[in-house]
């Protein structure tokens, strides 16, 4: 018998591939109209999805780079720790963009940051507002 050294990593690739073989059952969808009908909209709709997706991005790198600069300032004023993450939200348009997806997309702890900064200025309390109006009304 002849011993093969072959890495696991490349027996996932083979696999990947043979994933391909799925591609078939388009054909037994075209037996099957409403089938074939359902599955095209439904690939039609993951694309518009994604592009979706990308305009939720800009908008969040936009609000982004507005809170660096307007709302970073009077946040690392707020906060004693300054490994706390809300001191960090504001610091740099990465953790800024993190932040706006957990509140705005995932709709995680929208107070936790925003009440302090809401107490401190009302310019903040608009900003926020307007925000969560463009991202979650305006585009999803």
């Not at 790198?61 to 993450?85: E, G, M, R, S, T």
């Not at 310019?123 to 463009?134: K, P």
């Amino acid at each position: 018998f002849l011993v093969l050294d072959i890495d696991v990593a490349e027996l996932q690739v083979i696999r990947v591939i043979r994933l391909g073989r799925m591609m078939r059952l388009v054909k037994l969808f075209k037996i099957f109209p409403s089938l074939y009908s359902m599955v095209r909209g439904f690939l039609g709709t993951i694309f518009a999805i994604g592009w979706g997706f990308c305009l939720i991005l800009l908008m969040l790198f936009l609000w982004a780079i507005i809170a660096v600069q307007f709302i970073h300032p009077d946040n690392k004023d707020l906060y004693d720790d300054p490994d706390d993450w809300c001191a960090q939200a504001f610091g740099s348009v990465e953790n800024a963009v993190i932040y706006f997806f957990q509140t705005l997309v995932i709709g995680d702890s929208w107070g936790i940051c925003a009440q302090p900064l809401f107490k401190k200025s009302k310019t903040h309390f608009w900003s926020l507002s307007l925000s969560f109006v463009t991202v979650q009304l305006g585009s999803l």
